[in-house]
């Protein structure tokens, strides 16, 4: 039996949905961070869709409002009877109503909105991990939402960000994961390449990929009990500097004519080399 709170807006200016607003706006969808010094962001996470929010109530993430339609909340049922949402308020509104407030026609009929908790460390994040994903200058949401997505169906226990990654709870990160960034634990390196220093430190082999024929092969590269795979955005790659600091290159074997793959299908192959070894 549901346990939150059903409201009927029938006012798209009701101030009640204002965390839904202006989704698709530049500077003022409530999703952006708050960084130090002040953003227009009120550091929001926003669940799209009726699959993405059952993983958010099920996440560390909890949800202090939905917004959808009738369906929406009778296709929820099961989710919304979670004692972690109970008393939150759903706010039921026409199709119409919710285009109005989030500034587009929303398909997936629902969504459903978190605050921020405290952010995890690399230290926390790695403690009880076997394989960990690590992104440099991974700037590209959807990128970002599919390596999540691939470490959640292969095996990956964590991700780590290093230096110049889009920000990983962008509501088009969450929805191109499933709602996997909710549940895949994730860090930022606060010293970057630095915190690579402390990986290996405990334990883990750190396995940069890059084109470079002359690496090794990637299925010679994952023979560690931890590994943490480095990887880079799509044409630049990987900085010099992050390379030296892992332990090993390793390349996927490629055909004539094709040099490198789109980032989180290079992940993919690596995560999953990764799990067939272990499993020989």
Known sequence: MSVVQVVDVTDPDDRRVDDFRDLNSVDRRPDLPILPGGTPGRGLVIAEGVLVVQRMIASRFTPHAFLGV???????????ADPSVAGVPFYRASAEVMATVVGFHLNRGVL??????????????????RTIAVL?????????????????????????????CADPLYRRCVRVSMGHALLVPFATATQWPGDLSMLRED????????PDPAAVPLSAAVTGAKVAFLVGAEGPGLTETAMRASDIRARIPMSRGT??????TAAAIAFYERATARER
Not at 70 to 80: F, I, Q, V
Not at 143 to 158: E, K, Q, Y
């Open 70 to 80: 009738d369906k929406r909340l009778r296709e929820l049922g099961a989710a919304l």
């Open 112 to 129: 459903a909105v978190a605050r921020r908790p405290q952010p995890l460390d690399a230290a926390t994040v790695a403690a009880d991990a």
């Open 259 to 264: 040099d490198s793959l789109n980032v989180a």
């Open 203 to 210: 334990g883990f082999q750190i396995v940069s990929l890059t």
């Open 136 to 164: 440099e200058g991974v700037n590209d949401h959807e990128n970002i939402g599919s390596v999540f997505r691939n470490a959640a169906g292969l095996g990956v226990d964590a991700v780590v960000f290093g230096a110049g």
